[in-house]
């Protein structure tokens, strides 16, 4: 039964069930001992939504789900390292034929600006087509952003994915037809909903205690970012070497 890995079972779940699948994805090690009502009350659901994503998913029950999570390992178009669940990952295709001949835009504000700027070195060091804008540079060059159809795709980076400015860009530019790709931390954001690739880092926020606590949100996107770019080379590798045989 491969039922969990079934992305097109997966985009069907609602949004409290996707969290419930989240949740399981994120702390394997809890299920044996988590209880259906115990992970209803983590998840803010209930014990029938639960049963429900378990069901919709191809199982026959919580237990027989849970079984599976445990122990089967979830392959890098959905998940790395258990960090990182990947909204519409069957656009992962889409967005390395982006990387390798389209024209994207890399924004971010805060400590994001570090990390796109992390991105954008490193694709031009790929010799990809890209550009870099951070908040200031966005303020000052709006105009040359959102004027026209500049751009196949951006990639932003928003851990809260609250950024008025951020989600302004993106918005302007998915009316334009540019793809829209999205680093966070928060799934329930208007920026992760609109992005046609949402990569979603498995933390929870909590915004009274989060400077109190390691942030590893922008430590993992990198180690993530590199790995997608190695499947992406070993795709071409791949290809290249059945062109040449």
Do not use: W
């Not at 959905?78 to 890399?106: A, Q, W």
């Not at 700027?117 to 990809?128: E, I, S, V």
């Not at 915004?207 to 071409?236: A, D, Q």
């Amino acid at each position: 039964m491969n039922g969990i890995l079934d992305k097109k079972l997966i985009e069907k779940l609602t949004e409290n069930e996707k969290r419930v699948y989240i949740y399981l994805l994120d702390n394997k090690k809890l299920i044996d001992s988590l209880k259906i009502k115990e992970l209803a009350k983590i998840t803010y659901t209930s014990s029938a939504t639960v049963i429900r994503t378990a069901k919709k998913l191809g199982f026959k029950g919580y237990k027989e789900l849970g079984f599976k999570l445990k122990n089967e390992a979830i392959p890098l178009k959905d998940c790395i390292d258990d960090k990182f669940y990947i909204k519409n990952s069957f656009e992962i295709e889409k967005f390395f034929k982006l990387l390798d001949n389209g024209k994207i835009l890399l924004y971010s504000e805060g400590l994001g600006e570090n990390i796109a700027k992390y991105f954008y070195k490193k694709l031009l060091l790929l010799g990809k087509n890209v550009e870099y804008f951070n908040s200031v540079i966005c303020g000052l060059a709006q105009e040359k952003i959102c004027g026209v159809k500049n751009y196949d795709a951006i990639i932003l980076i928003s851990r809260k994915g609250k950024e008025e400015r951020t989600l302004k860009l993106a918005s302007i530019l998915k009316e334009l037809g540019t793809k829209i790709i999205v680093f966070t931390s928060n799934p329930h954001s208007k920026l992760y909903k609109i992005s046609d690739l949402g990569f979603k880092f498995s933390e929870n926020i909590d915004e009274i205690y989060e400077n109190y606590y390691p942030n590893l949100f922008y430590g993992y996107t990198i180690v993530f970012f590199e790995s997608l770019l190695k499947k992406n080379y070993e795709k071409n590798n791949e290809i290249t070497k059945k062109i040449t045989e």
